[in-house]
């Protein structure tokens, strides 16, 4: 007995010894359970950890002790499991699934207790990194602690923490700094350490802000993340996330006048409750901080507001960065393990104050679904209809995002006329009467009127406008089915050829599909009808063509109908009932599409991604990603198209210029948006130029104002992110399959303008071009009416460019088709 208490008490003063200093001292902590500097070899933060380091840590303690279980959180573009450890008393882990069908309970505005539930969701952006090595370090003092005040938590409480929301661009940052850093550590910010490559580890595979993506769920680890806080319906949510390097820490609540007005007036209380135990915590630590000014929270896509319009709270968290191990800064050098901290010790109030808090934050959770579903019940009309021109893809991603959501829907079960719309069986229906409404209302909120024109981010999101969807308010509740209408799958039976809609949002992909195979296909150029074999087939500009005589044409357009849920038509006859017939050279060839991007520092890492995400996973073309201070040796005579996103081209030399421009002429086309047309425009190219922010501002009246109004004014003078009207010419191939009307996300000053020569318009801005959002009157005025996408040919090939990025974070499927006409339709104008 005498031994086993000598060696107990052995491994309790080692176990004690390797605790990190900084966590409390005078507390008792299991000794059973591996210290982070026992797990990894070293004490935190004086190396930044890999993801796997850290899972695997994460696994160990949900294997020895009682408090942690694991939950998946999905999985990452590159394979890594997300998970969300679930931190509670041995007695709650065993009644967990008791606890959550109470969860899934109060979304309906149940009264159902149980304990509070708080999740921290740390370093969405991976090289802000403090947040993973922080959540890791707590995780451990929350299973491995012996204090009575860690038992009341564990009882009253059940603690998410999922230490990385990001772990692909985690290890693109711990690989990068790690490999700058030596055993003597630098703060020089010029070191090459703070100095990360392109593309830089905020960002994900795909090179995407995840913190953008709460909303509209583009990329896997969203979609995991959500699962996790629908499941779980946590009252509080801290956001951990890192700022420039010469500031202090800052926690919300933020702007008083920039909260979106769809928050309830008493979330804002609540974070302001939460945040006077965060103010104890830092001042504890001599610790400057700031709250109530440059954050907001408005966008409901982000990880601090996402909860704020789902009966939560959330909390953003912003800690001056390091970048690396040692920093310079206007405070004195900050080392790695100062950024870990804080952090910490505002995991430590967050959990303190929703312990104290928490009868308050349960009855505002239940308060808030309540007075949502009344909302719903006293608004004007039964529900919203929403349809999309019978494209079933679109209108799919919608109920993707509903569901997700816990959105309640269904399916139109016959036709409805409204306003001389029609509105076919399968059209969604959204009731108002449900406790989701408030995530409704700001789904479809095209609101343009602001206490306060400042923005963090966009000012408009409404889905209908991103997805180009029809909606209508419906007075009385339709008659309406569970599922949606499966359309009829008719065998696929020898016929003189094939018709394909190309409105269909999987038309390219299943293009792109068809060429691969070596199927022969055609695009209409103009209207028409033909015959088919079950009717007459309406052939709009754009609509494929493929001759059934073709070898293993029955196969892949079998493989159309159940991998791409589209509805191939054969036709009965070569002569058209009106327009071409299907010998005529107005249906022209498509061809095989081989893009390059050209990419590196100063270009838009994050629409680089938003375009590889969209060729890669939506049509199916592999894309090739070429740094520009390669592009003088590229043969590019072997690619068809060159993408120019937006960015800063500095390093485009005069040869690199001429190469490109030879590439057009040759038969290439030359496709670029926001940054890159302005860089096109510059080589006289084309007879295209910009209206940037300095023309635009002519409409502004100068006047004097105070100092202390400059930020204003400038907020006053940005478009950050609002919806505009583009009035399209669908019968231009560029506009084939779209809508004369076309909503755009706009998120900079600029116009194009034709200066003669062979640029065609294709599409402007319409007169009042606001739909959504904020945009000063006088940049409507002067916005209204000017080019945003130009055509020119250019012997034998074309240049496209726009005024906007079409694939706004890959959310914005409304216009995504502009980029697959510009590689299967554009090229056959010459």
């Known amino acids: 007995m005498r031994v086993f208490l000598l060696a107990f008490s052995l491994i309790s003063a080692m176990a004690l010894a390797s605790v990190d200093p900084l966590l409390p001292q005078q507390e008792t902590y299991l000794p059973t359970l591996p210290t982070p500097t026992q797990q990894f070899g070293h004490p935190i933060g004086e190396r930044h950890l890999r993801y796997d380091q850290v899972l695997t840590y994460f696994q160990t303690l949900a294997r020895q002790s009682p408090r942690v279980s694991l939950e998946s959180a999905g999985v990452s573009h590159q394979g890594r499991q997300q998970i969300a450890a679930v931190i509670t008393s041995e007695a709650n882990q065993q009644r967990l699934p008791q606890i959550l069908a109470d969860r899934a309970r109060v979304s309906e505005g149940d009264r159902v207790g149980g304990p509070t539930v708080v999740w921290l969701a740390y370093s969405i952006h991976g090289d802000e990194a403090s947040g993973l090595h922080a959540g890791t370090l707590f995780a451990y003092y929350l299973a491995a602690s012996q204090s009575p005040r860690v038992q009341r938590w564990l009882q009253e409480m059940v603690i998410l923490i999922t230490p990385s929301q990001n772990p692909d661009g985690n290890d693109r940052f711990a690989n990068w700094v790690n490999g700058f850093t030596g055993s003597q550590l630098n703060g020089s910010n010029w070191h090459r350490e703070h100095f990360q490559a392109w593309p830089s580890g905020r960002v994900n595979h795909f090179l995407a802000d995840l913190n953008r993506d709460w909303l509209y769920l583009r990329h896997p680890e969203s979609r995991g993340r959500v699962a996790?806080?629908?499941?779980?319906?946590?009252?509080?949510?801290?956001?951990?996330?890192?700022?420039?390097?010469?500031?202090?820490?800052?926690?919300?609540?933020?702007?008083?006048?920039?909260?979106?007005?769809?928050?309830?007036?008493?979330?804002?209380?609540?974070?302001?409750?939460?945040?006077?135990?965060?103010?104890?915590?830092?001042?504890?630590?001599?610790?400057?901080?700031?709250?109530?000014?440059?954050?907001?929270?408005?966008?409901?896509?982000?990880?601090?507001?996402?909860?704020?319009?789902?009966?939560?709270?959330?909390?953003?968290?912003?800690?001056?960065?390091?970048?690396?191990?040692?920093r310079d800064t206007e405070y004195g050098q900050r080392s790695f393990r100062d950024a870990i901290r804080n952090q910490l010790a505002t995991s430590f109030s967050t959990v303190l104050g929703s312990f104290e808090q928490g009868k308050a934050l349960q009855q505002y959770q239940r308060d808030f679904f309540v007075r949502s579903f009344e909302q719903g019940q006293d608004r004007s009309g039964a529900g919203l209809l929403v349809s999309s021109g019978g494209d079933r893809g679109r209108l799919q991603a919608l109920t993707v995002i509903l569901s997700a959501h816990r959105v309640e829907f269904q399916y139109l079960a016959n036709s409805v006329t409204s306003r001389g719309v029609s509105y076919p069986r399968g059209s969604v229906y959204i009731p108002f009467a449900q406790s989701r409404y408030a995530l409704v209302a700001a789904l479809f909120d095209r609101r343009t009127q602001f206490a306060d024109?400042?923005?963090?981010?966009?000012?408009?999101?409404?889905?209908?406008?991103?997805?180009?969807?029809?909606?209508?308010?419906?007075?009385?509740?339709?008659?309406?089915?569970?599922?949606?209408?499966?359309?009829?799958?008719?065998?696929?039976?020898?016929?003189?050829?094939?018709?394909?809609?190309?409105?269909?949002?999987?038309?390219?992909?299943?293009?792109?599909?068809?060429?691969?195979?070596?199927?022969?296909?055609?695009?209409?150029?103009?209207?028409?009808?033909?015959?088919?074999?079950?009717?007459?087939?309406?052939?709009?500009?754009?609509?494929?063509?493929?001759?059934?005589?073709?070898?293993?044409?029955?196969?892949?357009?079998?493989?159309?109908?159940?991998?791409?849920?589209?509805?191939?038509?054969?036709?009965?006859?070569?002569?058209?009932?009106?327009?071409?017939?299907?010998?005529?050279?107005?249906?022209?060839?498509?061809?095989?599409?081989?893009?390059?991007?050209?990419?590196?520092?100063?270009?838009?890492?994050?629409?680089?991604?938003?375009?590889?995400?969209?060729?890669?996973?939506?049509?199916?073309?592999?894309?090739?990603?070429?740094?520009?201070?390669?592009?003088?040796?590229?043969?590019?005579?072997?690619?068809?198209?060159?993408?120019?996103?937006?960015?800063?081209?500095?390093?485009?030399?005069?040869?690199?210029?001429?190469?490109?421009?030879?590439?057009?002429?040759?038969?290439?086309?030359?496709?670029?948006?926001?940054?890159?047309?302005?860089?096109?425009?510059?080589?006289?190219?084309?007879?295209?130029?910009?209206?940037?922010?300095?023309?635009?501002?002519?409409?502004?009246?100068?006047?004097?104002?105070?100092?202390?109004?400059?930020?204003?004014?400038?907020?006053?003078?940005?478009?950050?992110?609002?919806?505009?009207?583009?009035?399209?010419?669908?019968?231009?191939?560029?506009?084939?399959?779209?809508?004369?009307?076309?909503?755009?996300?706009?998120?900079?000053?600029?116009?194009?303008?034709?200066?003669?020569?062979?640029?065609?318009?294709?599409?402007?801005?319409?007169?009042?071009?606001?739909?959504?959002?904020?945009?000063?009157?006088?940049?409507?005025?002067?916005?209204?009416?000017?080019?945003?996408?130009?055509?020119?040919?250019?012997?034998?090939?074309?240049?496209?460019?726009?005024?906007?990025?079409?694939?706004?974070r890959n959310f914005w499927l409304g216009s995504e088709r502009l980029v697959a006409n510009s590689l299967y339709l554009v090229p056959a104008l010459n």
């Not at 800052?250 to 804002?268: D, I, K």
């Not at 209380?269 to 504890?284: N, V």
């Open 228 to 326: 996790v806080f629908q499941r779980w319906q946590p009252h509080v949510v801290g956001d951990y996330h890192e700022m420039g390097h010469n500031s202090s820490y800052f926690f919300q609540p933020g702007v008083p006048s920039r909260t979106h007005p769809l928050t309830p007036a008493q979330n804002q209380s609540l974070t302001s409750a939460l945040g006077r135990y965060h103010a104890e915590a830092l001042d504890a630590l001599g610790q400057p901080y700031f709250s109530r000014e440059s954050f907001d929270d408005f966008y409901y896509g982000k990880g601090s507001t996402y909860p704020d319009i789902n009966g939560g709270v959330g909390i953003l968290f912003e800690q001056a960065s390091v970048r690396g191990h040692l």
């Open 453 to 808: 024109n400042t923005f963090y981010d966009v000012s408009a999101f409404g889905v209908d406008l991103a997805f180009n969807l029809d909606v209508i308010t419906l007075k009385r509740r339709p008659k309406v089915v569970s599922q949606p209408p499966q359309p009829a799958a008719g065998a696929i039976e020898p016929a003189l050829a094939w018709i394909l809609d190309w409105n269909q949002r999987r038309a390219p992909a299943a293009l792109a599909y068809l060429l691969s195979r070596q199927i022969k296909v055609r695009f209409a150029e103009v209207a028409g009808r033909l015959q088919g074999r079950d009717g007459e087939i309406e052939v709009q500009p754009g609509t494929l063509l493929m001759a059934g005589n073709q070898p293993g044409i029955e196969a892949a357009l079998t493989t159309l109908i159940h991998s791409y849920g589209l509805s191939p038509q054969a036709v009965a006859r070569g002569q058209a009932l009106t327009g071409p017939d299907l010998g005529s050279r107005k249906f022209r060839p498509a061809s095989v599409a081989r893009p390059l991007i050209l990419v590196g520092r100063n270009v838009s890492q994050y629409e680089v991604g938003q375009l590889w995400s969209y060729l890669d996973q939506q049509v199916g073309v592999a894309a090739t990603l070429i740094d520009a201070e390669y592009a003088e040796r590229v043969p590019m005579e072997e690619f068809t198209h060159l993408f120019l996103v937006d960015g800063r081209y500095r390093q485009m030399t005069p040869a690199i210029e001429a190469r490109i421009q030879r590439f057009v002429r040759q038969g290439g086309v030359l496709v670029a948006w926001q940054g890159g047309a302005r860089e096109v425009a510059d080589w006289n190219l084309v007879d295209v130029s910009i209206m940037g922010r300095r023309q635009l501002e002519n409409e502004f009246e100068d006047h004097p104002i105070q100092f202390a109004e400059r930020h204003q004014e400038d907020a006053r003078r940005t478009i950050g992110g609002a919806i505009v009207d583009w009035r399209l010419d669908t019968s231009h191939p560029l506009g084939f399959g779209l809508t004369e009307t076309l909503p755009m996300m706009k998120d900079r000053e600029m116009v194009l303008q034709l200066a003669g020569g062979q640029a065609y318009q294709v599409a402007r801005y319409a007169d009042r071009p606001l739909l959504s959002g904020f945009m000063a009157p006088e940049y409507q005025s002067s916005v209204g009416g000017q080019a945003s996408a130009v055509v020119a040919r250019k012997d034998k090939g074309a240049v496209v460019l726009l005024a906007d990025n079409p694939l706004f």
